[in-house]
């Protein structure tokens, strides 16, 4: 049996679900499996899953408190059958995506199960599979791979890793080849900061576009997603909801709000700019094509801003937590840049293009069937 542990909330937005449900999917292809089981800490995003026709365990646990649940997952793949086809063998296999993993904990698994883990930041874990997607995870490569046989024998490093965005799981939505066309004008510019916004990163930004007149007086439409965990969605309403700005002769400036969005992949694709939070997000626009401005305001979210700088044009505005004017203003800056300069957005297309593939989670579903039949 194939499992998934992952978890999303106010306080870790939704991506460790995201990229989790289209390994689900891409496994759920493949004959010699079970259709995977989402292990949840809480209820919080258990409809979600089932909409996508998963079944899901809710253990009513701390999210933070991994090792409290071990002896709860223990007897979980104790009662669940394993793999199809392979006689009695016992052959359960979890994917965990969790920073509040760690060692001990992921050590602790695999005395249970066979284990593979999402990873993020660099750090070597005792895992059967350790897959980090990231653009500057060959970069990290030396980190995750162990040092000879006396580190296998002390059990710090995992088996087997996957590195780079050939295994980034883009969701279904955006595995579908892009016709996307860089418009001669900037009209529709959209802002999102993931699952939620802890630090109302949105305001901050529009704020500061409002303020400039050369911006405003564009015929544009700011489109502000408002995800699912977003504690400001009420304020973001009362502050922004149906904006417009009139001129003399039209109107300018409007603004748009977009909750509870079923197809994110339209939403983007009509984009002239997308101004995001890096994540998984900035995998969907590169897949698209759409030219993008980014900024982060966690560290996990900091080497990838850094990396897509590195080998893009695309500019990194910097850490909004922490230097929330700072970063607005070179938002406000670049977004300018991208109005006047068909030019320069032409060249982000051509370069986000080449950075992704949409094969990412097929890639990891055949590595978790060859892990499942393996010795």
């Not at 759920?28 to 258990?46: G, M, Q």
């Not at 700088?309 to 910097?318: P, Q, S």
Request: charged share 25%; hydrophobic share 40%; proline share 4%.
């Amino acid at each position: 049996m194939f499992y998934i542990r992952a978890d999303g909330n106010t306080k870790i937005g939704m991506g460790h679900v995201m990229r989790c449900l289209s390994v689900a999917e891409a496994t759920a292809k493949i004959d010699c499996l079970h259709p995977p089981i989402f292990i949840l800490a809480d209820e919080t995003c258990r409809s979600l899953i089932e909409e996508r026709g998963f079944q899901v365990i809710v253990l009513h646990t701390d999210y933070c408190d991994m090792m409290g649940e071990l002896p709860l997952l223990e007897a979980i793949f104790q009662e669940k059958p394993t793999i199809k086809n392979v006689g009695n063998q016992n052959k359960n296999i979890v994917l965990v995506d969790s920073y509040q993993a760690d060692s001990t904990y992921y050590f602790a698994l695999s005395k249970m199960v066979k284990t593979v883990c999402f990873e993020d930041m660099g750090q070597a874990y005792p895992v059967d599979l350790l897959i980090n997607y990231n653009l500057y995870a060959p970069r990290l490569a030396a980190q995750y791979i162990a040092a000879e046989t006396e580190s296998q024998a002390i059990n710090k490093y995992p088996r087997k890793v996957l590195l780079g965005a050939n295994y980034m799981p883009l969701r279904k939505a955006f595995q579908t080849p892009s016709n996307y066309s860089v418009a001669e004008q900037v009209r529709n510019v959209t802002i999102t900061t993931g699952g939620s916004d802890p630090y109302f990163a949105t305001a901050t930004l529009v704020e500061a576009l409002m303020r400039d007149p050369m911006i405003t007086e564009q015929e544009i439409t700011l489109h502000l997603i408002s995800g699912p965990f977003n504690e400001f969605a009420e304020e973001l309403k009362r502050k922004y909801q149906n904006y417009e700005k009139k001129s003399a002769n039209a109107t300018t400036l409007q603004i748009q709000i977009h909750e509870n969005i079923k197809d994110m992949r339209s939403l983007l694709y009509d984009s002239d700019i997308v101004i995001t939070a890096t994540g998984s997000t900035i995998y969907e626009v590169s897949a698209l094509g759409v030219p993008m401005i980014v900024f982060y305001f966690a560290e996990n979210q900091r080497q990838g801003a850094k990396e897509l700088e590195r080998l893009t044009n695309i500019v990194n505005a910097g850490n909004i937590a922490i230097e929330p004017d700072r970063t607005a203003e070179r938002i406000r800056d670049t977004l300018r840049r991208c109005i006047q300069n068909k030019k320069y957005r032409e060249r982000l297309y051509r370069q986000e293009k080449e950075l992704i593939d949409a094969k990412g989670a097929q890639r990891i579903a055949e590595q978790i069937k060859e892990l499942l039949l393996s010795q």
